[in-house]
């Protein structure tokens, strides 16, 4: 049995438009889904500028350095330094306050916008701004009992600098996630 070439001819144009077909189809999918996509993007793009914005905002307003010149600013540079640890002590207890609930109020957005390997970080900031908090309090009730505080200043400064890693790493991670880069867990 012998196929005839306007047989073939007939069969290879009706394997092309069956190709074409699906791949226009394909490209309509791509063109729906392609600003679907931006969108969904520019929604974890913001979700994760306001994270790492509270989350630089906490670590500036607990800053000893910040703290302490605040303190001898709104009293005319009269404290000494033991009186400055109580002052940086009770602001830094105050101002961790009030970030914290704004740095909780961003975990939620950023957990929903995923994935999974940004919002790890996430939780080691979060952690790391409690135990900032948790040793100011600390901090707060020694002086309450006029125990000795020790160096309140690298204190709070190792606490900073705990939540300073944190943050560094959350903005690794979520700069590599929104590029396109895949990346291992850094240095946390």
Same mark, same amino acid.
């Given at each position: 049995?012998?196929?005839?070439?306007?047989?073939?001819?007939?069969?290879? %144009? #009706?394997?092309?438009?069956?190709?074409?077909?699906? &791949?226009?189809? =394909?490209? &309509? @999918?791509?063109?729906r889904l +392609?600003?679907?996509?931006?969108?969904?993007?520019?929604?974890?793009?913001?979700?994760?500028?306001?994270?790492?914005?509270?989350? $630089?905002?906490?670590?500036?307003?607990?800053?000893?350095?910040?703290?302490?010149?605040?303190?001898?600013?709104?009293?005319?540079?009269?404290?000494?330094?033991?009186a400055l640890?109580?002052?940086?002590?009770?602001?830094?207890? %105050?101002?961790?306050?009030?970030? *914290?609930?704004?740095?909780?109020?961003?975990?939620?957005?950023?957990?929903?916008? +995923?994935?999974?390997?940004i919002t790890?970080?996430?939780?080691?900031?979060?952690?790391?701004?409690?135990?900032?908090?948790?040793? #100011?309090?600390?901090?707060?009730?020694?002086?309450?009992?006029?125990?000795?505080?020790?160096?309140?200043? @690298?204190?709070? $400064?190792?606490?900073?600098?705990?939540?300073?890693?944190?943050? +560094? =790493?959350? %903005?690794?991670?979520?700069? +590599?996630?929104? $590029?396109?880069?895949?990346?291992?867990?850094?240095? *946390?």
């Open positions: 049995m012998t196929i005839s070439g306007d047989t073939w001819q007939t069969a290879v %144009t #009706a394997l092309a438009a069956v190709a074409a077909y699906a &791949a226009g189809r =394909a490209q &309509a @999918a791509g063109a +392609g600003p679907v996509e931006a969108v969904r993007r520019q929604h974890q793009r913001d979700a994760y500028a306001a994270f790492l914005k509270v989350a $630089n905002d906490f670590e500036k307003e607990t800053r000893y350095s910040t703290l302490a010149w605040a303190s001898q600013r709104d009293n005319n540079q009269g404290l000494d330094s033991t640890d109580h002052e940086v002590i009770r602001r830094c207890t %105050t101002a961790s306050d009030t970030a *914290l609930v704004r740095i909780n109020e961003a975990v939620p957005v950023v957990a929903l916008e +995923g994935p999974d390997e790890r970080p996430v939780d080691a900031v979060v952690d790391a701004a409690y135990e900032l908090m948790g040793r #100011a309090e600390v901090l707060l009730r020694a002086i309450e009992r006029n125990d000795a505080l020790g160096n309140v200043e @690298a204190e709070l $400064n190792a606490c900073s600098q705990k939540l300073r890693a944190a943050t +560094g =790493a959350f %903005t690794w991670m979520a700069r +590599g996630y929104l $590029n396109g880069e895949k990346r291992r867990r850094p240095w *946390l």
